[in-house]
Structure formats: C-alpha cells, structure tokens
C-alpha cells in the first residue's frame, strides 16, 4: 500500500535498510502487545527471546511482576522514574535485535498534558548511542503522532513509524532488503538476451526427465500405451497414479485425467478404460503416501527482474491460502530455507501437532535444483512450475508429482 511505502521509506531515510528482521516491540500496554503479535502473525518479522543476560538486567531494573518476553510488556512501574526508564532502554537497545520498536500513542498537545510522553520518547533516544540496534517509535494511530513528535524523533536518530500494521510492514520490508543486500551483493540477474519466441508446454513426463538431469527427485514412471497400463504398474510397484499422458490436455485433475492410489492390477486396468477416453498414452507413475506437505516450487520471467523464484503453499490449497514468498537471485539454501519460514503453513513442515518434521533440507536442494535448470534455460524459459513437491517426513526426501514447463522453441 501507499502507506507503507511511505513508512519504508522513513526506515530509509533515516539511516537505511535494517541488517534483518529481528525486532524487539516493547510498550506500556499489554493489549498494544498482543495486538502487534496478532498483526505481525503473516509477517516475517522474527520476534526472538530477550537474551537471559538483557532479560536478567531487566528484572533488576523493573517490577517482578514484569514478565520478560517478546513483545515486551513493561508495564507502567518506570514511567516517572526517568533513569530507570533510560536503563530499561539502554538494554533493549543492546540486547541483539535488529530493531527496538517503542510502542507509544501520545495525546494530542493542546488536549492534554503530553509532557510525560514526551519524556519517554527523549529517554529512548537518549539510550541510543552506541546501540547497535536501530530505533523506532511506533503509534498504533497515525493521528497520534504529531509532525513535532516526528521531527524530535527524527533529530535524534529514532524512526517514526505511524499506523500500526503499516509500520510492521514496513520494517518487514526495510529487513528483507537489508538481507538481501547482505548476501546478495554483486547480483546478476537473469533475463533472456531477447524476447522469447514461440512457446510450447512440455509434456509432464518430459518436463520431469528435463528436471531430474538437473537434481529434481521425481517419482518412478513409465509412458504406455494404454494397454500396457496394468503391466506397467505392476513392474513400477503398488500404489501408483495412471494420468492421461497427452501433452495438450491441461489440468488433468479438472478433466477427470488423473486416477489416485491404484493398488492392483484390476484397479489399474479400470483405470486405464476409464482414461482411454482423453488420451491413447498413459503415464503411470509410483504413488507417495507418506508426504508431510505439498509445497509449490516455481519459476516465473519477470520483463524487469529476470527469473524469479516462487515457494509457498502446493496442491488444493495454492489458490485457496494464496500463501507464497519471490524471491530474486542469488538463490542460496540459506535464503530459500528462510523464505520457507515465513510462509504461513511452515508449520506443517516443521511439525504440527505431533506429526513428524518433514523433510525441509531435500526441500531447499529440489528448489535449488529448479533454480539450475533455469539458469541453464534462461534464454528460453517461460514458466516452470512443481505443484506439488510432496516434502516427506525428515531424511526420507521430497519428489515432485506433478510439473510444467513452458519454453521457447527458438534455441
């Protein structure tokens, strides 16, 4: 939105992208916590534990009944007790975080007494020299931050932020930018020296074999006549899927093209009668049942940027959550496991309720691999698409069931 690129580039202004996205909030109001927990939740803000050695001072310098976490509620016992308040800040500021948001909706000056608002603010910047963490003032109100308030920040060296879900958007992004700097200098993107010519969709077969050469796991798999179907799955192994195998059909799932979880030889004849009426060859393939999640794994060729990578939630669910991360070059497993992480459903991946972690690692290398086979295209991909890669349960790998890609014909 407009408002958060204006909030972005305060964060600019004022000295820069952050290194990352640590952040610490902290405020007087345990329901200003709770909140910016809640509207941070689809973010990819990493709101850590306070170190014990800060959280062990902060219990010295604060109330026992102060629970020390992250947001950080501390209560109103320093309010008026301004060196206290200036201790409080100092070790905040200092306790690791790439960010240390204060949380304060101050009055309005001719309504009432801001006076101690005023202080609090001057505290923390007074706490600021020599931190390594950048500061930030943050009005859950846009209308609760006065232009004075703002320039006194400013003068200081604290960023202003107004608007409560704009502001963690903001520092969000102005974190992700500083990463990517971090790791990304020198970057090389990858477009195509000339427009793409004519295109044509690889048949899923041929897509997976043009994949596999590059490291993408793909299930066993034989294309028959459909005759051949049953013998083929037997030779393949119990359970297998039987899908139309003509290049032309699109979303096979939709047409009835696609028959699940077979487990014998007349449960594959039926199948291949029943598909016979799409197509005249069949793809049979070794079915996966142990799978821990579906994840989407993509390419696209953005006109400025170049390639594209696209990670995020597989299979029914990548139209229904709309739950993705893009990420530019250079694709490092680093980068692409953290992408994985701010994805909403990431805890499926690492465990949810009590079911096994998946295979994260085999995850990142088969997103790595399509990342190779593009660079190694990248004069005449279009679109590359893995929906789903079925990540199963950790150390015993992920295969990709289902693939597309688009491509030039022109060499």
């Known amino acids: 939105s407009l408002a958060t690129l204006c909030e972005t580039l305060k ?67 320093v309010w008026f007790d301004y060196p206290r308040q200036r201790a409080m800040f100092g070790v905040a500021l200092r306790a690791g975080f790439d960010a240390v948001a204060f949380l304060l909706d101050c009055p309005p000056a001719d309504a009432a007494d801001d006076s101690a608002y005023v202080r609090a603010i001057e505290e923390f910047a007074a706490a600021l020299p020599g931190a390594p963490s950048r500061a930030v003032l943050l009005s859950a109100l846009p209308e609760s931050m006065s232009a004075a308030t703002r320039e006194l920040c400013l003068a200081r060296d604290v960023v202003p932020l107004q608007g409560q879900r704009e502001a963690l958007e903001a520092l969000d992004l102005a974190g992700t930018v500083g990463e990517t700097w971090t790791r990304g200098a020198g970057i090389e993107l990858r477009r195509p ?124 669910l990548t139209e229904l959550l709309r739950d993705t991360v893009t990420l530019l070059p250079p694709f490092t497993a680093a980068g692409i496991g953290a992408a994985l992480g701010r994805l909403r459903m990431a805890k499926l991946l690492s465990g949810f309720r009590g079911r096994a972690p998946g295979d994260i690692a085999a995850l990142v290398e088969t997103a790595l691999a399509c990342t190779r086979y593009a660079a190694a295209n990248v004069d005449r991909l279009a679109e590359l ?19 597309l890609i688009r491509i030039s014909e022109e060499h």
């Open 11 to 77: 964060i600019f202004h004022a000295g820069g992208p952050l290194r990352g996205r640590r952040l610490l909030a902290m405020g007087a109001s345990g329901g200003d916590m709770a909140m910016t927990s809640d509207a941070a939740r689809e973010l990819g803000l990493d709101f850590a534990p306070i170190p014990p050695q800060a959280a062990a001072t902060l219990r010295e310098i604060l109330s026992d009944r102060v629970t020390i976490s992250n947001p950080f509620d501390f209560h109103t016992h």
């Open 193 to 316: 020296r000339a427009p793409l010519g004519p295109l044509r969709s690889l048949g899923e077969h041929e897509a997976k074999q043009a994949l596999a050469d590059f490291g993408v796991p793909v299930p066993r798999a034989r294309v028959v006549p459909v005759h051949e179907a049953a013998a083929a799955a037997t030779e393949i192994g119990f359970p297998v899927v039987i899908k139309a195998a003509d290049p032309a059909l699109e979303h096979k799932s939709d047409r009835g093209g696609v028959v699940l979880n077979i487990r014998s030889v007349a449960e594959a004849s039926a199948a291949a009668r029943h598909l016979s009426s799409l197509t005249a060859t069949l793809l049979v393939e070794e079915m996966v049942t142990d799978g821990i999640a579906e994840i989407l794994v993509g390419v696209t060729v953005d006109p400025q940027f170049g390639q594209l990578l696209v990670l995020g939630a597989g299979g029914v």
């Open 385 to 403: 698409d893995l929906n789903p890669v079925i990540v199963r349960p950790a150390g015993r790998g992920a295969v990709a069931v289902d693939a």
